[in-house]
C-alpha cells in the first residue's frame, strides 16, 4: 500500500517564498499559473508586475520568479492579515489553503514579535511588509491548491540549509539566520546546518512557509518513489551553488505494520540539529521540456480528459462543474450531450488543465460521475500573451482601481480589453452606474494607457 507524499530538498541552498512559488510553478508547468494572486494584489500596489522565467544551473532546468513592486509600500501587521484575508477570499483558496496561509504568516509576525520584544500589533515591518510577501504565503497556497495537494499528502522536508555570515538589511548589518528565522528554527525545532552559501539562504518568508506545510523533517526517505518534480531558483547568484530547491511528488511505499495506520498521523517532536547534515544526493534533472514560445505566441501543454456518461442527472453534471472549477482544478469543463452505445442518449464530459492534476481531477470524475474510467490525451496549446493593468476611473471625484485583462497578437496589437468583472460589478453597486455602462469606459481608460 502507498500514500502520496510531497518531498521538499531545502538542503542545498535553503528556501524564500520565490523559490516555493518558481519550484511550484514548474511543477504544475505553465508560467500564468501565478496569474489570479498577482493580479489581486494591483489594487495594493499598481505598478506589482510578475514574471516567470526558465532558469538552468549545471543541467538542472526549472523556473524563476522576477518581481517589479513599489518598494516604499508598506504594510503594518493589522493591514497585511486584511490583505492577506482578502485575496485568499478573491483567489478562492480551500479551507485547507487559507490555514496553510494563515499558518505561514502567523509564524512570520510571532517570529518578528519575539525577535524585537514588540507586540505583533506595535511592529513595525521593513522587508516582510511589502506586497511580494502576500504573494508568497497566498501564491503558495494557491499553487498547492491547484496540483491537489492538500489534505492529500504527507509533506515532507530535508534538514534546510540557512546560510552563514552577515547580511545588509534595513536594520542594519545582521548575522545569519537573522533574528526571525532564528525564532522560527528554534520555536519549531526545525533541524538546520550552514551550508556552503556564505549568505543568507533561508529568508523569512520561505522559513514561515517550509514550516506551515510540513509534516516532518527527515534526513533520508529510501522508500519514497518520485513522480514528478520542480525546481525553483532564487535571485541571488551562488556562484558554484545551485540556488535552487526542488519540491518532488510521489508515493510512500508502507511497511505491512503500517498498512493499517492512518495515512497522516500527528508529526512527532522534531529533534533540533544545528550540526551540519549532508546534503542528499542531487536529484536528476528533468526531462520534460520547459513552456516555449512559438512565432511569437506562448506554448504549454495540457491534458484534455474524457468520459462518457448516460445514467447521471442533471443536478450531478452541475456540481463536477462547480467542483472542478471553483476549486481551480480545471481551465476549462465541456459537457457534450451525444448518441452513445445501443442508441441511447449520453453526456460526453471534457475537461481541459495542467498535467499535473490528472490525478486529482480523474478521482472527482469517477467519484461524482459513477463512470468506471476516464481516458486522457496531452495537447498543445498555443495563447496569446496576456497581462492584467490597473486602470483608475473617476466619477464624480472619486477614484476608482479597476483591474483589466489585456491580450496581444504577435505583432503587439490589442486583441481584447476585459474588465475584471468583479470590479465592475463593485464599482457599479458603489456608483449606481450600469455594468454596461461602465465596461465601454473602463475599455477606453485601458486602450488609452495601453497604446
Known amino acids: ?87 485568499s477570499e478573491e483567489v478562492e483558496l480551500s479551507e485547507d489553503g487559507k490555514k496553510i496561509a494563515e499558518k505561514a504568516l502567523n509564524e512570520l509576525l510571532e517570529a518578528e514579535s519575539r525577535a524585537h520584544n514588540k507586540p505583533v500589533e506595535e511592529l513595525h515591518l521593513h522587508e516582510t511588509g511589502t506586497v511580494d510577501t502576500i504573494l508568497d504565503i497566498v501564491g503558495s497556497a494557491y499553487l498547492l ?6 489534505g492529500e499528502a504527507e509533506f515532507l522536508s530535508t534538514p534546510v540549509a540557512v546560510g552563514s555570515g552577515t547580511i545588509e538589511t ?45 509534516d516532518k523533517f527527515v ?28 519540491i518532488v511528488i510521489g508515493e510512500t511505499v508502507l511497511p505491512e505494520d503500517e498498512v493499517t495506520k492512518p495515512v497522516k498521523e500527528e508529526p512527532k517532536k522534531k529533534e533540533k540539529k544545528t550540526t551540519k547534515e549532508k546534503p542528499p544526493k542531487e536529484k536528476p ?27 447521471v442527472d442533471g443536478e450531478t453534471l452541475g456540481t463536477l462543474f462547480d467542483t472542478l472549477l471553483d476549486e481551480g482544478l480545471a481551465y476549462d469543463v465541456t459537457i457534450i450531450p451525444a448518441i452513445g452505445k445501443k442508441n441511447r442518449p449520453c ?32 495537447w498543445q496549446r498555443l495563447k496569446a500573451v496576456r497581462e492584467t493593468i490597473v486602470c483608475s476611473l473617476d466619477i464624480d471625484g472619486t477614484e476608482y482601481m479597476v483591474r483589466v485583462k489585456v491580450s496581444r497578437s504577435i505583432d503587439g496589437s490589442i486583441l481584447s480589453i476585459k474588465p475584471e ?31
Open 347 to 378: 453526456y460526453v464530459v471534457k475537461v481541459i488543465a495542467a498535467k499535473a492534476g490528472l490525478k486529482s481531477i480523474a478521482d472527482v470524475m469517477i467519484r461524482n460521475l459513477g463512470t468506471i474510467g476516464i481516458r486522457y490525451t496531452t
Open 1 to 87: 500500500m502507498t500514500k502520496k507524499t510531497v518531498l521538499i530538498d531545502v538542503a542545498t541552498a535553503g528556501a524564500s517564498g520565490d523559490m516555493f512559488l518558481s519550484a511550484l510553478t514548474d511543477l504544475i508547468g505553465e508560467d500564468d499559473a501565478l496569474l489570479p494572486v498577482a493580479a489581486s494584489l494591483l489594487i495594493y500596489d499598481p505598478s506589482f508586475r510578475l514574471n516567470i522565467v526558465s532558469h538552468s544551473h549545471a543541467g538542472v532546468t526549472g523556473r524563476k520568479i522576477e518581481i517589479s513592486q513599489n518598494t516604499g509600500i508598506r504594510l503594518s501587521p493589522t493591514s497585511i492579515r486584511e490583505v492577506l484575508d482578502s485575496v
Open 170 to 214: 534595513e536594520h542594519g548589518p545582521l548575522e545569519v539566520p537573522v533574528p526571525a528565522v532564528a525564532e522560527m528554527l528554534t520555536a519549531n525545532d526545525v533541524p538546520y546546518h550552514e551550508g556552503d552559501a556564505k549568505t543568507e539562504v533561508l529568508t523569512p518568508t520561505g522559513a514561515a512557509i517550509l514550516i506551515a506545510i510540513t
Open 421 to 451: 468583472a468583479d470590479d465592475v460589478f463593485r464599482v457599479s453597486k458603489e456608483t449606481g452606474i450600469p455594468v454596461r455602462e461602465l465596461r465601454p469606459r473602463i475599455a477606453m481608460q485601458a486602450h488609452a494607457v495601453t497604446e
Open 219 to 246: 534526513d533520508s526517505h529510501e522508500d519514497f518513489v518520485a513522480q514528478n518534480q520542480g525546481f525553483g531558483f532564487g535571485v541571488r547568484d551562488l556562484g558554484k551553488i545551485p540556488n535552487m530547491m526542488s
Open 145 to 150: 491548491d491547484r496540483i491537489g495537494l492538500l
Open 285 to 311: 534533472a528533468k526531462t520534460e521540456e520547459p513552456p516555449k514560445v512559438l512565432d511569437g505566441w506562448n506554448e504549454d501543454d495540457v491534458i484534455v480528459i474524457e468520459t462518457n456518461v448516460d445514467d
